[in-house]
């Protein structure tokens, strides 16, 4: 295990009024360029106005980029789900990426019992961790595809 290596997930309320592509593009555009000077890596995942987003990198710059981010009025209602070391970078690909889930990925709501009613309340660490992970295994066949 790489020991500075560091993750966390959290969650929270989109305040962004139509939350298209369009809409989380500035904060794509700025982020990708801010994680990648510090070794961050992640996935924001856009869904039922709601964010989803995994952050890992040294402990520091995680926790920097995560005290940003609470600051953010784009947001509100943001719960950390997890924070803990990581043997390994689970989003190495990107210095940030954002996915917005469509009626084509109903497949992984529904694998994940999610999809009757998305309840961000109701996510953990490990859900909002598997859900990601099962977002970037899509979003790499669709790239490569
Ligand atoms: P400043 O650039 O000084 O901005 C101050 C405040 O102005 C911000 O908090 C925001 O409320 C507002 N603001 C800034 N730009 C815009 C804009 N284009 N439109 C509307 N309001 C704006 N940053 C990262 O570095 N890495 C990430 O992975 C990351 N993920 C994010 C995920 C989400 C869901 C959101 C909402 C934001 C994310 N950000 C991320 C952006 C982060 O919240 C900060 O805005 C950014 O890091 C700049 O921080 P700052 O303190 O310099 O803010």
Same mark, same amino acid.
């Not at 982020?31 to 869904?47: A, D, I, K, P, Q």
């Given at each position: 295990m790489t020991p500075s290596l560091h993750r966390i997930v959290y969650v929270s309320r989109n305040l962004m009024l139509r939350c298209d592509a369009a809409d989380v593009e500035p904060v794509v555009a700025a982020?990708?360029? +801010?994680? !990648? +000077?510090? !070794?961050?890596?992640?996935?924001?995942?856009?869904?039922a106005g709601t964010f989803v987003q995994a952050l890992e990198g040294g402990h520091r710059q995680v926790m920097e980029t995560y005290g940003r981010i609470l600051r953010d009025k784009r947001h509100d209602q943001c719960r950390l789900l997890s924070a803990e070391p990581a043997a390994e970078r689970l989003f190495g690909d990107w210095a940030m990426c954002a996915r917005r889930l469509s009626a084509d990925d109903r497949a992984i709501l529904e694998t994940l019992a999610l999809r009757q009613d998305f309840d961000p309340a109701r996510l953990t660490g490990p859900t909002a961790l598997k859900l990601l992970q099962a977002v970037r295994r899509i979003q790499t066949t669709r790239v490569a595809a």
């Open positions: 982020s990708v360029e +801010r994680n !990648g +000077r510090v !070794g961050v890596t992640g996935l924001l995942l856009v869904h």
